[in-house]
Nanobody, 115 residues
């Protein structure tokens, strides 16, 4: 049973933009804070952005002012708008609850930013 499905990644030049989407089952989405995480090659997975059920947001310092997390409760979907992308944003991006639940990790979506 797949509960979280990420999409929207791709290859983009530095300075470009991408919009990631994460479709969730209603069961886990509606009353939970959701988050985007990322894992770069050779590095640990890190929290990137969080959005509560009420819409409050928080970001890791490295993406503040460039990334925007949002959610559409009617569609059980969380988004990550990424602008002014940098090569160091290259990673596999995942969505999950906040705090994350291990059995909910999906395949992620690859984001590659070329210099």
């Amino acid at each position: 049973q797949v509960l979280l499905v990420e999409s929207g990644g791709g290859l983009v030049q530095a300075g470009g933009s991408l919009r990631l989407s994460c479709a969730a089952s209603e069961t886990i989405f509606r009353f939970n804070a959701m988050a985007w995480y990322r894992q770069a090659p050779g590095k640990q997975r890190e929290l990137v952005a969080t959005i509560t059920s009420g819409g409050s947001t928080d970001y890791v310092d490295s993406v503040k002012g460039r990334f925007t997390i949002s959610r559409d409760n009617a569609k059980n979907t969380v988004y990550l708008q990424m602008n002014s992308l940098k090569p160091e944003d290259t990673a596999v991006y995942y969505c999950n609850l906040r705090p994350a639940v291990s059995r909910f990790w999906g395949q992620g979506t690859q984001v590659t930013v070329s210099s």
